[in-house]
């Protein structure tokens, strides 16, 4: 694929203009210097909250890292694989897992990272990396908050749990996360779908902002685990008859317009209501589901049905409707 794309940055203007704005970001990236946080902290805390923009700020250093080092691989300039090791070995000196899947799915870009370079990293750093990496997964995996009878064991949270055990397991070639990670997601689907197409958390929350939250994890899932020749979870069907595809597809008259939904008018968590009172956008009882949420839905399950393709130019079409 590094291949690929290397020979259309030769033939392909369009690729070229886009890749010059990537290119610039890149190279001031090699200016700055990590701002790890020991502690991820989003889930449960309002915007404007002292340590969720600590976390916030902190967060500008995913996109640095897999910029420098996807950089490095299209270069071959060795300039960008030092900057990046230096802020993956930062974060793993500094950041200190907590097992919330909520606050570790931010961590995507930095396992994306990792993966695209760990052939090159020194042998002392990649230690500390693949150690923070692994810590990381069994802090998920072993977490209070994935036992038996707690919502976070069966809702949005285990898909994000799943998601990121999932990432570090190819990082680290660790069979025994990946393999919990497919028995897992077959449990999921089973408990976390429903056979009509819609979600537990959707029932709970009244939102198909919740129901996307939920998708968006397992489809990213779902495509590793295709591209690594393992099992369709796109069209897995569980024992209760529910499916990733048949959530997607349950989306898709919001989609077109020809159905709408008040987000949020029955919600059963309080943390929603908290939101709307604090005055963030999209959270107000009663507001209308805007489709363009979805783009990230619909990206990733093209992936596996092209024609929804037509869905996305769709949304993009009409990105505020």
Known sequence: EIKKLKAQLKNNSETQKLYAGFAKNALNYL???PNAVDTIRTEGLLKGNPKKERTRQALADM????????????????KYLHKCVEFLEAWAK?????????????????IEAYDVIKADINP??????????AETA???????????GRASAIN?????????????????????FINWTIDNLKSHININLYADGTSLDFKERDAMHYHIYDLEPMLRLAIMIDRAKGINFYSYESPRGSSI????????PYIKGEKQHEEYVNTKVKFDRGRAKNGEAGFAAGSFFKPSMALPVFKY???????????????EYKPNW
């Open 301 to 315: 399950s093209s992936y596996f049905d092209p024609a929804q393709q037509n869905l996305l130019t769709l949304m």
């Open 63 to 78: 996109n640095k890292m897999f910029a420098l080092a996807l950089q490095y691989r299209l270069s071959d300039d060795e």
């Open 156 to 176: 949005n949270w285990n898909a994000h749990r799943l998601k990121v055990v999932r990432e570090i397991g190819y990082a680290l070639d660790n069979l025994d």
């Open 245 to 252: 595809q048949k959530s997607v597809n349950w989306l898709i």
């Open 124 to 133: 002392a750093a990649k230690n500390r990396i693949k150690k923070w990496l």
């Open 138 to 148: 069994l802090t998920e995996i072993n977490s209070k908050r994935m036992k038996v």
């Open 94 to 110: 500094t950041n200190q897992p907590n097992g919330d899947p909520i606050d570790d799915t931010n961590l995507d870009k930095a």
């Open 31 to 33: 200016e700055e210097q």
